[in-house]
């Protein structure tokens, strides 16, 4: 989805403006998926523009989308953890560890394009976590 806004102008915060950080809008949206690959900072980053941005929905969508993934992957590592745990009982656990370094792959791969799509101005909505995060901008 790269306008979901209509045709008479965007709304405040669209591609294009400043953070209230002073990063550019696409600049702002991208910190907080791809700083998550050192060590969760995209977290902190999107945790800090809901905070900051009054006015920017572009910024706020991409910061709350970010937290959403950052949960889910965080929930579902958990989730492999307990599975490898069980599955070291009998001897099984390289299973786990091999979805374990799966999920990872797949979490970097979305963290990445979630980054260039927020860089390059559009308001990408990831399946299934990017209509949560549009309704909470807009409530």
């Known amino acids: 989805m790269s306008a979901p806004y209509e045709a008479g102008g965007p709304p405040s915060g669209a591609p294009g403006g400043k953070t209230s950080l002073g990063l550019d809008s696409n600049l702002g ?53 307990i599975l490898g745990v069980i599955l070291g009982m009998v001897h099984l656990g390289i299973l786990a560890t091999g979805l374990w370094f799966i999920l990872v792959l797949i979490f970097l791969a979305l963290w990445l394009l979630a980054g260039i799509k927020a860089y390059s101005g559009q308001w990408y909505k990831l399946p299934g976590i990017g209509d949560l995060a549009w309704n909470a901008i807009n409530k």
């Open 29 to 81: 949206a991208m910190l907080c998926y791809i700083a998550n690959i050192l060590c969760c900072l995209g977290v902190i980053l999107s945790i800090v523009f809901l905070i900051t941005e009054k006015e920017n929905r572009f910024v706020k969508f991409h910061a709350v989308q970010s937290l959403f993934l950052s949960g889910v992957c965080v929930v579902l590592l958990i989730v492999v953890e």
